[in-house]
């Protein structure tokens, strides 16, 4: 795409979701570190959103997580949320919290507790009812540590049923994203290790059971972009969980291990038709901010994700089409690394001006003193954190 109106206007509608317990304290296993102002509620979170779209105009959803986010009264956050300019996102269901669980939630051996994880997703989908989300994210822990703990294809049934039960409970127009992940905290069999699997039981459960890719999940060196364009050629590309990684799942900021990786990955977006509202593909953050200040991280990451896309955006579609058909291969990889190189800051400087925010809106966050005001409203009460 060349022209730069529409780039432009492809940038000002592209929707980044972000998620409330990026806004919670959080940490490794070793250390959870508190920050001031960090929210003691899921209202406080909603406000905590409404800074990020408010300095970058493109982050209006919010994604909740359940019990960490549990309220009397969805009705009542839902208006809060709707108060500051936002609506709910993605509804994340919780099985892995439980002593219960320690063998598996849907997957699990015993009849009894299958039941009472499958309860729980059928739960988040009354808050979808209650806050008007349009997606129930699953991700499942479920797995073994050791060859010969349980029966691999076993598993596999019990899972089914439980997303068979859950999908018939889903109303018209809202969806299941199945998320995957290779290991952790597993390590010998994961239940949704991969693309492959996920994919395999969205396609039996229907269109509305679609894949959702968290950037962190696979194995080193695995080719994501790849994964998306297929899936986004299968119609199963429902959403993106954002976040880098050097290691393992690390959650840390989109953009931040590996900008390379992100602008190819969103090539593929772009050129597939991801963002476009017909595919309905949900831009997900799902990071934690552990030792970085949690508001500007967000906003930082949101800008990440727009730079990757305006540099997607200035593919020249035409001249990387005729560089294919002819086989000249350096001509092609140079017409994709031309767009990579292209500082699209002050194109997306322009793009916020125009729609009235300030050029830059991690500076702008900052020079507003809103950090240290929130910092000092929210003195005494417990932070939120994992598991609150
Ligand atoms: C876990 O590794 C996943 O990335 C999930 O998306 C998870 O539900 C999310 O991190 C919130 O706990
Ligand atoms: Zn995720």
New binding site residues.
């Given amino acids: 795409m060349s022209d730069v109106s529409a780039v432009k206007a492809a940038l000002k509608s592209q929707v980044i979701e972000t998620p409330s ?1 990026g806004y919670g304290n959080s940490g490794t296993r070793f250390k959870v570190f508190a920050q001031p102002g960090v929210p003691r509620d899921p209202f406080e979170k909603m406000e905590d959103a409404a800074q990020v779209h408010a300095f970058t105009g493109v982050a209006p959803k919010v994604s909740l ?1 359940i019990p960490w986010d549990k309220v009397a009264d969805y009705a009542a956050l839902t208006r809060h949320a709707e108060g500051l300019g936002l609506r709910i996102g993605a509804i ?1 269901s ?1 099985v892995f919290q439980d002593d219960d669980f320690k063998l598996g939630s849907v997957t699990h051996p015993e009849a009894a507790v299958r039941r009472k994880a499958t309860d729980h997703l059928l739960e988040c989908v009354d808050v979808m009812d209650e806050t008007g989300s349009p997606d129930l ?1 699953l ?1 499942f822990s479920d797995g073994t540590n050791y060859p010969g703990q349980d029966d691999i294809v076993a598993r596999q049934d019990r899972l089914s049923e439980a997303l068979t039960e859950v999908y018939e409970r889903l109303g018209e127009d809202q969806r299941m994203l199945l ?1 995957y ?1 290779l290991f952790e905290p597993a390590f010998y069999t994961t239940d949704v290790p991969d693309w492959g699997t996920a994919y395999a039981h969205c396609l039996k459960l229907g269109p509305k059971a679609q894949v959702v890719v ?1 950037t962190g ?1 696979h194995a080193p060196g695995t080719n994501i972009e790849f994964i998306v364009a297929l899936l986004l050629r299968e119609g199963r590309l429902g959403a993106f ?1 954002f976040n880098s990684r050097f290691y393992a ?1 690390d959650d840390l900021m989109v953009g931040a291990a590996d900008p390379f990786q992100l602008f190819r990955i969103m090539h593929e977006v772009v050129k597939n038709g991801g963002l476009t509202s017909e595919t309905n593909v949900n831009f997900m953050l ?1 990071q934690c901010h552990n030792i970085e200040a949690k508001i500007p991280a967000v906003i930082r990451s949101v800008a990440n994700v727009q730079e990757a896309t305006a540099k997607a955006l200035l593919v020249d579609g035409d001249a990387l089409g005729a560089a294919q058909r002819s086989g000249d291969v350096l001509a092609s990889n140079a017409v994709l690394m031309d767009a990579y190189n292209t500082d699209v800051r002050p194109l997306l400087a322009e793009v916020r001006e125009e729609q009235g925010l300030g050029r830059d809106p991690f500076a702008a966050y900052l020079a507003s003193g809103n950090q240290e005001r929130i910092a000092a409203a929210r003195v005494g009460g417990t932070q939120a954190g994992w598991g609150a």
Wanted: aromatic share 16%; charged share 55%.
């Fill in positions: 317990w997580h994340n919780n994210k991700w998320e992940k968290d999940h969980d799942d799902d």
